[in-house]
T-cell receptor, first 113, second 114 residues
Framework: GDSVTQMEGPVTLSEEAFLTINCTYT??????LFWYVQYPGEGLQLLLK?????DKGSNKGFEATYRKETTSFHLEKGSVQVSDSAVYFC????????????FGRGTSLIVHP | GAGVSQSPRYKVAKRGQDVALRCDPI?????LFWYQQALGQGPEFLTY????????KSGLPSDRFFAERPEGSVSTLKIQRTQQEDSAVYLC????????????FGPGTRLLVL
């Protein structure tokens, strides 16, 4: 079945550092890929998405590129802020018309001032 | 506007007790989803409604779990005879279309079964 693997956390960075959170996936066909963010005490929010190979999703300074050849969708940000501290979830849906996402385990990011 | 709300936010139950968890989706949203999130894990799909119709309940772990959305808006997830393994955060999400991929999540209900 479909699966998503994320790097284990917590990831601890200083403010303004470069962030990478790795995500790889296993899926049949052509999945859509997502990053969700969960701030403390809140629900998951969609951060960005990409629906086909080589697409780049971006939002709030975060980026991720859909790499079919390496089955990856790594999340990056050039300069993190304390307010980016949260749990980040990589997810996929199996493709057009699919509505059930498969989530990774989540990666906790802690940014220190 | 208002987002997805869930109540209660926290629930402690004794093993064997029945519990009911409520979800208020965004007004007008057709699709509603329930997920279970164990500690340190990502959310796992439980069930899906399109309006009042429960189209997919393949993720419900046992017949102790039951969900309804009788008028196509508010939904209730009921767990009968709770067990310790039911302890988790239960998330509700809604989306505006039938196969609309962007889901809006509520804050979750944290259930602890003692």
């Amino acid at each position: 079945g479909d699966s998503v693997t994320q790097m284990e956390g917590p990831v601890t960075l200083s403010e303004e550092a470069f962030l990478t959170i790795n995500c790889t996936y296993t899926a049949t066909g052509y999945p859509s890929l997502f990053w969700y963010v969960q701030y403390p005490g809140e629900g998951l929010q969609l951060l960005l998405k990409a629906t086909k190979a080589d697409d780049k999703g971006s939002n709030k300074g975060f980026e991720a590129t859909y790499r079919k050849e390496t089955t990856s969708f790594h999340l990056e940000k050039g300069s993190v802020q304390v307010s980016d501290s949260a749990v980040y979830f990589c997810a996929l849906t199996a493709g057009v018309g699919s509505y059930i996402p498969t989530f990774g385990r989540g990666t906790s990011l802690i940014v220190h001032p | 506007g208002a987002g997805v709300s869930q109540s209660p936010r926290y629930k402690v139950a004794k093993r064997g007790q029945d519990v009911a968890l409520r979800c208020d989706p965004i007004s007008g949203h057709v699709s509603l989803f329930w997920y279970q999130q164990a500690l340190g894990q990502g959310p796992e799909f439980l069930t899906y409604f399109q309006n009042e119709a429960q189209l997919d309940k393949s993720g419900l772990p046992s017949d102790r779990f039951f969900a309804e959305r009788p008028e196509g808006s508010v939904s209730t997830l009921k767990i009968q005879r709770t067990q310790q393994e039911d302890s988790a955060v239960y998330l509700c999400a809604s989306s505006s279309g039938r196969f609309q991929e962007t889901q809006y999540f509520g804050p979750g209900t944290r259930l602890l079964v003692l």
